[in-house]
């Protein structure tokens, strides 16, 4: 058995960086102040400082709301994505499958190194929907995922599903 796969070294750089920044968000010098960001960049040396951000998300804006997506220390956080297009969720599922990939591409990672996913749905009779078309989007080693149901509102846009993800470039 395999215990030193990328997605695993990908992973542990995850939470290393996870618990650098949330330690960090409690150390304050008076005269100093130190933020999390810059403790964690430091900890890693000058390449983990390095934020590159594809702006991808409503292009036409002098200053967009969010990245489509952000890179940092070797990781690849996607935005979420959703379907806003009349369709049931089959249809949108796929369709958001299919921009995190293109997200992923983009970022220059793959379906294949996602850690992590994140799916929100309107509607949670939806689940197994969802479910059939998501089943093998991410190769042999699927990534761990968290699955809720939005509360009142729904998912923005009227989509029936929007999904967010880590990966590893």
Known sequence: MKTNTPRRSALKKLVAAV?????????VKAE????????????HGPAASAVNQTDSVIPDQEVPLFAGNTKYNG???????GAHFEGDIKSHTDHVLKELEKELILAGSSMEKVLKVTVF????ADYNGMNEVYKG????KPPVR????????????DSLVEM????YA
């Not at 990781?75 to 994505?81: N, P």
């Not at 989007?137 to 042999?140: A, D, E, I, T, W």
């Open 75 to 81: 990781l690849i956080f996607i935005a979420g994505k």
């Open 164 to 167: 967010d993800c880590i990966a």
């Open 19 to 27: 618990a650098g920044m949330v330690g960090a968000s409690f150390l």
């Open 146 to 157: 968290t699955t809720v149901a939005v509360a009142k509102g729904g998912v923005p846009g």
């Open 32 to 43: 100093n102040p130190v933020n999390a960001h810059d403790l964690a960049a430091s900890a």
């Open 137 to 140: 989007r991410f190769g042999k």
């Open 121 to 124: 749905l309107n509607d949670i």
